[in-house]
């Protein structure tokens, strides 16, 4: 039985994302189970022995034959890295033949101040909402509350300020939805997360926001690949 089949095998199983690390502890944990359970005076298979040693390296590498199989097959699905791991997912070019199969569920797309105010979000994290107000001039209440709803921002904790206000960030379904593992894989993030961001003191009735600080509003779109 080749590691190949097995990572396959168990990507299969789950509609979950599989990090490298759980693959390897899986692998080895059955194969070490097979091992002990072999009645005595009987050969251990030979293809057993491989499996009691692998790790993350080798689970990679499987994945990696698998994409390049999947892609020279021409299979509709492929292989993909999210940010809690790995998952089969269908190809963008199928995603309206697959979407057919949950006609209730329409594609809801965020308006234009709700990606200003998710972008802040994301490259400011974690911000309050006086800090996303300072930026956008006007009252973020219920654009939050809609990110928070979609299960895009969280609730982070608390600000070290008067009232102790509620911190603000992004969640594991928002790198999800963006198809990027990390917030380093946002459009300029480095650059971005060095603007200083005016604070509620500072913005006076009718201020302009400053140049520097509305890249931070760049909408981000989502991938075509997932």
Known sequence: ????????????????????????????????????????????????????????????EAIDQLVAHYDADGRAFTLVERANGWRLCAKGEYAEWCRALYPGKKVQRLSQPALETLAIIAYRQPITKAGVEAVRGVSVDAMVQQLVDRGLVKIEGRADLPGRPLLYGTTDAFLDHFNVKTLDELPNASELRRVKLPTPEDEQPGAAVPEETQLSLAPVEPSASA
């Open 1 to 60: 039985m080749e590691l190949i089949a097995i990572v396959e095998s168990l990507l299969f199983a789950t509609q979950e994302a599989l990090p490298l690390t759980q693959m390897a502890v899986a692998v080895k944990d059955t194969a070490k189970d097979i091992k002990e359970a072999t009645p005595e005076g009987e050969s251990v298979p030979e293809w057993i022995e491989p499996l009691l040693t692998v790790d993350e390296l080798s689970v990679r």
